[in-house]
């Protein structure tokens, strides 16, 4: 739904609960600690090939 009145933009809310906030922080927090630990399996590999 797009009303042009500022609530929608790109399909989603510009107003969020907390309860949102924080279940999108949680969210972003496990991609960051996935990535870390892949980030950690690639300089692993890259010591164990020199």
């Known amino acids: ?3 042009n009145c500022g609530e929608y933009e790109y399909g989603m809310r510009r107003f969020l609960t907390k309860e949102e906030k924080i279940e999108m922080l949680q969210e972003y927090k496990k ?6 630990k892949g980030v950690e399996e690639r300089i ?3 010591k164990k090939n020199n």
């Open 1 to 3: 739904m797009n009303c």
């Open 31 to 36: 991609y960051l600690e996935e990535e870390a």
């Open 44 to 46: 692993k590999d890259l």
